[in-house]
Nanobody, 117 residues
């Protein structure tokens, strides 16, 4: 069964950078897409960035030019490079995989990102 584990969150000052890592284990890497989502207190979970099996990427408008998603299929790892962080980026960030065939989403446990002003 596919399992995901995020790491790399922490406390950073506005304008700083963080790199989140998601490691996929105990399953196949036959997925249609991988993505990063976030959820802040009192807010709906939202898409941060997404990368398809074909390598296409898309980002939420507020992240364009600041965040970059990348993947290493050989290592079954997905990254999210976050630059120019803002206090409004504070949230729990989740890695997700959409399995090919079934379409089922598998979620990681989340990692906290806190940006201070």
């Amino acid at each position: 069964q596919v399992q995901l584990a995020e790491s790399g969150g922490g406390l950073v000052q506005a304008g700083g950078s963080l790199r989140l890592t998601c490691v996929v284990s105990r399953g196949t890497f036959s997925v249609s897409a991988m993505g990063w989502y976030r959820q802040a207190p009192g807010k709906e979970r939202e898409l941060v960035a997404r990368i398809t099996s074909g390598g296409s990427t898309n980002y939420a408008d507020s992240m364009k030019g600041r965040f970059t998603i990348s993947s290493d299929n050989a290592k079954k790892t997905v990254y999210l490079q976050m630059n120019s962080l803002k206090p409004e980026d504070t949230a729990v960030y989740y890695c997700a995989a959409q399995l090919n065939g079934s379409g089922r989403y598998v979620w990681g446990q989340g990692t906290q990102v806190t940006v201070s002003s």
